[in-house]
């Protein structure tokens, strides 16, 4: 079984900042991409940044220049960086990782999700 667990979301006034992580466990062979994702109720669940084994990252245009995406591949730990955050960054944060448990059989795993709220 391999696992997810994410820590670090919170309440937060807009302008502030916050650092998401997510640490995977159990039966792993490599990770090769790992990310978060936020939803709120009624609406779909939204990439926010990604980050493969190489070191390449993507981003959603609402967070580019705010958020930093960034892993310890050692520690299958991924983070989330937010900084200037905004009312409408309010989600739930989910990790996702696509997660090697042999060499040549992947799962993808969600984690519990992580709560953050940024008042105005």
């Not at 062979?29 to 990439?47: A, D």
């Amino acid at each position: 079984q391999v696992q997810l667990v994410e820590s670090g979301g919170g309440l937060v006034q807009a302008g502030g900042s916050l650092r998401l992580s997510c640490a995977a466990s159990g039966s792993i062979f490599s990770i090769n991409r790992m990310g978060w994702y936020r939803q709120n109720p009624g609406k779909q669940r939204e990439m926010v940044a990604v980050i493969i084994s190489g070191g390449s990252t993507n981003y959603a245009d609402s967070v580019k220049g705010r958020f930093t995406i960034s892993r310890e591949n050692a520690k299958n730990t991924v983070y989330l960086q937010m900084n200037s955050l905004k009312p409408e960054d309010t989600a739930v944060y989910y990790c996702n990782g696509l997660v090697y448990k042999t060499a040549f059989s992947a799962v993808e795993v969600w984690g519990q999700g992580t709560l953050v709220t940024v008042s105005s």
